[in-house]
């Protein structure tokens, strides 16, 4: 695969995932919570499908968690198929058009209720298959596309840099999600036309399309460089149980996917319950959770850069558990909003909350990026196995597996039996046990980004 040769291509290229990231997060965020009125304080009329619990509550809660497990364990084999895969086109480029395509096609559907009744089992049945095929297909997606990470990039600055780029465009669609769509539902916009009102941003993932440059791998076992490149880049295919036994194998990365579940356990349940928690637990109107959004994801370029800093001089542990302690207070603080009856002191102590956990979701945006590609790169090296996507495949399983327990079972649960007060409270101690955890990471790891102390002067 032909190289990104500067800034600005890595720039253009880490844009290609904002859209299909954004689809995700109206669904994961809104729509998801939208087809229940249970939590929702202000605007629920315009929060929901219809103003009515139009699945039954109980049974959805299962079928999220399944849905978000299954795409998990599907991505392991479609990993192994796209790191392997042959045509004309190359290996990437088919598998993230097809992915595209599906997660576009089971998007719109996901819109559209079979019935409006209360409690509708077909409803649930319905929601529950469209929200597995459009995890499924955007899965396929977006961990091919990261697995170009590492074959698209010079070097390991490369990979920094387009990670960095990357974390500053998930800030973007962060932004446009949690801040501007409450700014849409205040001004009396029902979800489901803001859902349709950002759709177009999905085709930024016809990006890749144009700038992978991989001749066909339809006739033989090697990826060549362009003729534009002096040198051929040769890689061997293995398949895809070897692929997974490999991986398995590695001792580092495994105890980095254990970090990256814990993380994602917190990280995704603040992602879904924060709108219910601002409406339903301290009655905040639309545009105040616009603002208090504002400030958790604003400051993140800022944010990021000193997290860089800190990494460059200490190494990624230190500026991880710094990462983690900003979050960690941050959710602390928010829960401690709800000891005060005082609305404007809230929604003051909810901002200042919103700024410190900016510390830590620039961070947390970011990780999720480099270290699979560097694991890959360091396969590649020793050995000449080039199977990036199944690295990236094995993480994304874990962000399901735990994505699923914490929004599907546990955020549900709690939000339908009144205890969604208590959302900061499991956010802050699953940050906490992936704190505890990157004191033992590997040696690989906890150097990563690391400058030399003379590269300063």
Same mark, same amino acid.
């Not at 079979?114 to 077909?122: A, M, N, P, T």
């Not at 637990?281 to 639309?286: A, K, P, S, Y």
């Given at each position: 695969?032909?190289?990104?040769?500067?800034?600005?291509?890595?720039?253009?290229?880490?844009?290609?995932?904002?859209?299909?990231?954004?689809?995700?997060?109206?669904?994961?965020?809104?729509?998801?919570?939208?087809?229940?009125?249970?939590?929702?304080?202000?605007?629920?009329?315009?929060?929901?499908?219809?103003?009515?619990?139009?699945?039954?509550?109980?049974?959805?809660?299962?079928?999220?968690?399944?849905?978000?497990?299954?795409?998990?364990?599907?991505?392991?084999?479609?990993?192994?198929?796209?790191?392997?895969?042959?045509?004309?086109?190359?290996?990437?480029?088919?598998?993230?058009?097809?992915?595209?395509?599906? *997660? %576009?096609?089971? &998007?719109?559907?996901?819109?559209?209720?079979?019935? !409006? #009744? =209360? /409690?509708?089992? @077909?409803?649930?049945?319905?929601?529950?298959?469209?929200?597995?095929?459009?995890?499924?297909?955007?899965?396929? *997606? %977006?961990?091919? &596309?990261?697995?170009?990470?590492?074959?698209?990039? !010079? #070097? =390991? /600055?490369?990979? @920094?840099?387009?990670?960095?780029?990357?974390?500053?465009?998930?800030?973007?669609?962060?932004?446009?999600?949690?801040?501007?769509?409450?700014?849409?539902?205040?001004?009396?916009?029902?979800?489901?036309?803001?859902?349709?009102?950002?759709?177009?941003?999905?085709?930024?993932?016809?990006?890749?399309?144009?700038?992978?440059?991989?001749?066909?791998?339809?006739?033989?076992?090697?990826?060549?460089?362009?003729?534009?490149?002096?040198?051929?880049?040769?890689?061997?295919?293995?398949?895809?149980?070897?692929?997974?036994?490999?991986?398995?194998?590695?001792?580092?990365?495994?105890?980095?996917?254990?970090?990256?579940?814990?993380?994602?356990?917190?990280?995704?349940?603040?992602?879904?319950?924060?709108?219910?928690?601002?409406?339903?637990?301290?009655?905040?109107?639309?545009?105040?959770?616009?603002?208090?959004?504002?400030?958790?994801?604003?400051?993140?370029?800022?944010?990021?850069?000193?997290?860089?800093?800190?990494?460059?001089?200490?190494?990624?542990?230190?500026?991880?558990?710094?990462?983690?302690?900003?979050?960690?207070?941050?959710?602390?603080?928010?829960?401690?909003?709800?000891?005060?009856?005082?609305?404007?002191?809230?929604?003051?102590?909810?901002?200042?909350?919103?700024?410190?956990?900016?510390?830590?979701?620039?961070?947390?945006?970011?990780?999720?990026?480099?270290?699979?590609?560097?694991?890959?790169?360091?396969?590649?090296?020793?050995?000449?196995?080039?199977?990036?996507?199944?690295?990236?495949?094995?993480?994304?399983?874990?962000?399901?597996?735990?994505?699923?327990?914490?929004?599907?079972?546990?955020?549900?649960?709690?939000?339908?039996?009144?205890?969604?007060?208590?959302?900061?409270?499991?956010?802050?101690?699953?940050?906490?046990?992936?704190?505890?955890?990157?004191?033992?990471?590997?040696?690989?790891?906890?150097?990563?980004?690391?400058?030399?102390?003379?590269?300063?002067?």
């Amino acid at each position: 695969m032909k190289k990104l040769s500067n800034k600005k291509q890595l720039l253009i290229y880490a844009l290609s995932a904002l859209g299909v990231n954004m689809l995700n997060l109206i669904i994961g965020t809104y729509l998801v919570e939208a087809l229940m009125v249970e939590g929702f304080g202000e605007g629920v009329e315009y929060w929901t499908y219809f103003n009515v619990t139009i699945v039954s509550a109980a049974l959805w809660s299962i079928f999220v968690t399944a849905a978000k497990i299954i795409n998990g364990i599907i991505d392991i084999p479609l990993a192994g198929i796209a790191d392997n895969f042959k045509s004309r086109w190359g290996r990437r480029r088919p598998f993230i058009l097809f992915g595209l395509i599906g *997660t %576009i096609t089971f &998007y719109v559907l996901f819109l559209f209720p079979l019935v !409006k #009744d =209360e /409690g509708s089992f @077909i409803n649930t049945i319905w929601f529950g298959i469209i929200l597995a095929l459009f995890y499924i297909f955007y899965n396929l *997606t %977006i961990v091919t &596309y990261y697995a170009t990470f590492a074959e698209i990039t !010079k #070097d =390991e /600055g490369d990979k @920094i840099i387009l990670s960095n780029y990357k974390s500053i465009f998930d800030v973007i669609y962060f932004v446009l999600g949690y801040a501007l769509i409450p700014l849409f539902v205040t001004f009396k916009i029902n979800i489901r036309i803001i859902a349709f009102i950002f759709l177009p941003l999905s085709l930024t993932m016809i990006i890749p399309l144009f700038m992978i440059k991989e001749r066909s791998t339809k006739k033989n076992n090697e990826v060549e460089e362009t003729k534009k490149e002096p040198e051929k880049e040769k890689f061997r295919q293995i398949g895809v149980f070897k692929s997974i036994i490999i991986t398995f194998k590695n001792k580092g990365f495994l105890k980095w996917v254990v970090l990256f579940m814990l993380l994602q356990f917190g990280l995704q349940m603040f992602m879904a319950g924060e709108n219910v928690y601002f409406s339903g637990v301290l009655n905040f109107e639309g545009y105040k959770i616009t603002l208090i959004t504002a400030t958790v994801f604003m400051p993140v370029p800022f944010t990021l850069m000193i997290y860089r800093k800190i990494c460059a001089r200490l190494g990624f542990k230190f500026g991880f558990i710094y990462s983690a302690i900003m979050f960690i207070s941050a959710m602390v603080l928010m829960t401690l909003c709800i000891l005060f009856d005082d609305n404007l002191l809230r929604f003051i102590m909810a901002l200042v909350a919103g700024f410190i956990a900016s510390f830590g979701v620039g961070a947390f945006l970011s990780v999720g990026y480099a270290i699979p590609s560097i694991y890959a790169q360091m396969d590649y090296k020793k050995t000449g196995i080039s199977h990036s996507a199944m690295y990236f495949a094995v993480q994304t399983l874990a962000a399901s597996i735990t994505g699923a327990i914490s929004s599907g079972i546990v955020w549900i649960n709690l939000r339908n039996n009144d205890l969604s007060w208590i959302l900061g409270i499991v956010v802050a101690s699953a940050t906490f046990l992936a704190m505890i955890i990157a004191l033992f990471l590997p040696k690989e790891i906890n150097n990563f980004g690391k400058i030399r102390k003379d590269s300063y002067e």
